[in-house]
């Protein structure tokens, strides 16, 4: 078993419930890990047996930046689902950050997690 981890993607996205975070928008940084056999893509060295990562950030680009979502739950638990159901993994996280939230506190970010088994489990 391996785990492939892509971290922290950067983009630009217009999620939120309050108005201006649907209008101006604002950055969101996601990491996706893999749990998948690497032993089915290491013994032939090939990349049609592996998790191309390229196809990852694709799926997550479109969602981030081509949907909009009021809570950052909701574009969590939708990435995680599509990304189980499209690539042959057994296990998947995705964690989901916001830099900007309107709070009246300082902080970095706030930051949710979802984990599904994938299809092959």
Same mark, same amino acid.
């Given at each position: 078993?391996? /785990?492939?981890? /892509?971290?922290?993607?950067?983009?630009?996205?217009?999620?939120?419930?309050?108005?201006? =975070? #649907? +209008?101006?928008?604002?950055?969101? +940084?996601?990491?996706?890990? /893999?749990?998948?056999?690497?032993?089915?893509?290491?013994? =032939?060295?090939?990349?049609?047996?592996?998790?191309?990562?390229? +196809?990852?950030?694709?799926?997550?680009?479109?969602?981030?930046?081509?949907?909009?979502?009021?809570? /950052? +739950?909701?574009?969590?638990?939708?990435?995680?689902?599509?990304?189980?159901?499209?690539?042959?993994?057994?296990?998947?996280?995705?964690?989901?950050? #916001?830099? #900007?939230?309107?709070?009246?506190? &300082?902080?970095?970010?706030? =930051? &949710? =997690?979802?984990?599904?088994?994938? &299809?092959?489990?």
């Amino acid at each position: 078993m391996g /785990i492939l981890t /892509i971290k922290n993607l950067v983009f630009y996205g217009y999620h939120g419930v309050q108005d201006f =975070e #649907k +209008e101006l928008g604002g950055r969101f +940084e996601v990491d996706v890990k /893999i749990q998948y056999p690497f032993q089915r893509c290491a013994s =032939e060295d090939t990349l049609h047996k592996a998790v191309d990562y390229q +196809e990852v950030y694709a799926v997550v680009k479109d969602m981030v930046t081509g949907r909009k979502y009021h809570l /950052i +739950e909701t574009l969590a638990d939708h990435l995680a689902d599509t990304l189980a159901s499209q690539f042959d993994v057994d296990e998947l996280t995705v964690v989901l950050r #916001k830099k #900007k939230v309107p709070i009246d506190a &300082v902080l970095d970010y706030v =930051e &949710v =997690e979802v984990t599904r088994p994938g &299809v092959s489990s």
